[in-house]
């Protein structure tokens, strides 16, 4: 494992974490709308950690990242654990790396946090085409009802969390090869409150658009449902 420590954030009040592998056609507009957001940038640092990527994505995270963590492992909760132990924030911000936030959504959250301890925005595609605006128009309708009765049926593509809370419940389980999103929000909700709000984030719809549209829509419904009943995860091919 090696770390690059390219900027130094004396005391940084978020840091965003963005687990990588071989995204360097996604990951530079990630890192340039979390690099540009209204908040001022001394407050929040940015850590990027990799798989031990053969493209360019390190490369380009070094224009933005403050810290780069490149380990050979993989996997999405390793990066974010690892991540996390090199964080210095009160808050801790997991953003997957085809994922886009608007200007103002870190200073939001920190306003945000006030009165809770895990916060999860509503979710907007990439791609505006009706099958998309239909899925994300029901997922963001049913969330308020899920999280009602303590149920999240996602949530990786941005989740923010306090670390004492993170490190309380021990970060997301790395054996878990999918829903260590599920599984994580399941835990932070026994012990904190966990928030949503009407901030969107804009995520990738790169898996829809490669694996089939609605044979991926079966295969998340069907992945959470039998997570939540039997607490298996689903089988997807890895991204990162």
């Known amino acids: 494992m090696k770390v690059l420590k390219i900027r130094k954030r ?18 530079e507009p990630t890192l340039i709308a979390i690099s540009n957001q209204t908040l001022k940038r001394s407050k929040y640092e940015i850590i990027v950690c990799d798989a031990n990527s053969k493209d360019r994505t390190v490369e380009i995270a070094k224009k933005y990242a403050d810290k780069i963590i490149i380990t050979n492992k993989r996997g999405i909760a390793i990066g974010r654990n690892l991540g996390a132990k090199y964080a210095k924030g009160k808050y801790l911000v ?24 895990c916060i999860i925005p509503k979710a907007l595609p990439a791609n505006f085409s ?12 049913f969330l308020p009802f899920f999280s009602m009765l303590k149920i999240y049926p996602a949530g990786g593509y ?25 599984d994580f929000l399941k835990r932070v909700s026994k012990i904190g409150k966990i928030k949503l ?8 719809t790169r898996r829809f658009e490669k694996e089939g549209k609605v044979k991926t829509t079966l295969k998340f419904i069907l992945s959470f449902l ?15």
């Open 10 to 27: 004396k005391r940084p009040i978020i840091s965003v974490i963005v687990p990588t592998y071989q995204e360097e056609k996604y990951i």
């Open 94 to 117: 997991f953003i997957d790396a085809d994922t886009i936030i608007l200007p103002q959504t870190l200073e939001r959250i920190i306003k945000e946090f006030s009165d809770c301890n």
């Open 130 to 141: 009706s099958f998309f605006i239909f899925i994300y128009f029901f997922y963001n309708l």
């Open 158 to 182: 941005f989740i923010g969390v306090e670390r004492r809370i993170f490190r309380k419940i021990g970060g997301f389980d790395e054996n878990l090869e999918t829903d260590e999103d599920i």
């Open 197 to 204: 709000i009407n901030l969107p984030v804009i995520i990738s």
């Open 226 to 240: 039998r997570f939540q009943i039997f607490g298996i995860g689903g089988k997807y091919k890895p991204i990162r």
